[in-house]
């Protein structure tokens, strides 16, 4: 999913759309639905996911398995870039906002 936000970032910036749209598009649509909160594009880290990509390459050749690692070493490199930073921390501030809202109504919805 990250990998996902991290091109459709790349999609935004290169047709010179805001990816905050993008972004408010989402959020809308997880708010009605009360399901997990939007991604943000940043580097994919964590003890998981990459190390658990590397051991499944291992054992079976797959073309998304390795367009997540290529995403993610390219995303390493444009994170340099502070407009691309900018970016990711805003989308970053959005995604906690809307896991706190999603998750204080379903906890007085129930």
């Not at 996902?4 to 759309?17: L, N, P, V, Y």
């Not at 691309?84 to 906690?96: G, H, Y």
Request: aromatic share 8%; glycine share 4%; proline share 3%.
């Amino acid at each position: 999913m990250v990998a996902c936000f991290q091109e459709m970032q790349r999609i935004s910036r290169h047709f010179g759309a805001e990816f905050d749209d993008v972004v408010d598009f989402i959020e809308d649509t997880h708010r009605v639905r009360f399901d997990r909160p939007v991604m943000f594009p940043g580097v994919i880290g964590g003890h998981c996911l990459i190390p658990d990509v590397e051991l499944l390459l291992e054992s079976y050749d797959s073309e998304f398995l390795k367009l997540i690692l290529k995403s993610n070493e390219k995303r390493k490199e444009e994170i340099k870039e502070k407009s691309v930073l900018s970016e990711v921390e805003k989308v970053k501030k959005k995604s906690r906002s809307l896991r706190e809202e999603v998750t204080w109504k379903k906890t007085t919805t129930s």
